[in-house]
């Protein structure tokens, strides 16, 4: 997909006619977005991608941006700030299109509930999330009911927010494969909600560093549920 150079502006005659194209557009250069000319680009069936912005989004352009007809992606978009009432539709189109997919998002720790759960409504989420970090206990909780989510959590390798006791409990409400394959530190009280599910993936418990309780209760020693140690054995075999 080749970006298509603009001046500015776009006129709802000049989108109406890129929407009837049947490929991926690239929008580049516009500075900003009339909720005309995004009611004419609602009914382009592929990917639109808008580089360049650099004029917010009212509500009536973030709504006409939400009803466009394919996924969207708008990178120098702050879909993290897109959580009141007048762009709330826009963001939940924009998390689910684009998370797992686009540099966009790196985390989603900020996200309000209202977005996690577009993750189970999206028809464009491929089901990974290799680029989050950090999760809040809502969207964990949104994940763990998703059938879509593939169950990896690739890029966490710590659990040291306040609340890691209660995102850990969440992830480990899942029915399916949990996989942590890159943690590396979490706390004795995190690991015991996070091993409750015993079906996870996660490095072998000596690998881990175990960290003092993130919300600051007093530090416990783990101990290792029997099922987890034989499997850890298992894992020690050559």
Known sequence: MKPL????????????????????LCLFGLSKLTPDVLDALAAHQKRLT????????????????????GPVDVPQLDVTRLVDAEHAELGRKLFADVVGASAAIAAIAELPPVLAIAIELSPFWNGHLP???????????????????D??????TAFEA??????????????????????????????TALVEKQDIDI??????????????????DFVIPKWLEERQQRLRQP
Do not use: C, F, Y
């Open 50 to 69: 808008i580089v360049g912005l650099d004029e917010p989004l009212d509500r009536e352009a973030a709504s006409a941006l939400a009803r466009h007809a």
């Open 131 to 149: 680029a989050v970090k950090t999760l809040t206990p809502a969207v964990a909780e949104a994940l763990a009911l998703s059938p879509k989510w």
């Open 5 to 24: 150079q603009l001046e500015k502006r776009l006129t709802a005659a000049e989108a109406t006619k890129l929407a009837a194209a049947n490929h991926d």
């Open 162 to 191: 306040a609340d890691s006791v209660a995102v850990a409990k969440a992830l480990a409400t899942r029915k399916g494969p949990l996989a942590l394959p890159n943690l590396k530190k979490i706390s004795p009280k995190t690991l």
């Open 151 to 156: 169950g990896q959590l690739p890029a966490v």
């Open 203 to 220: 490095p072998r418990v000596e690998t881990l560093e175990l960290i003092a309780e993130p919300d600051g209760s007093a530090t416990e």
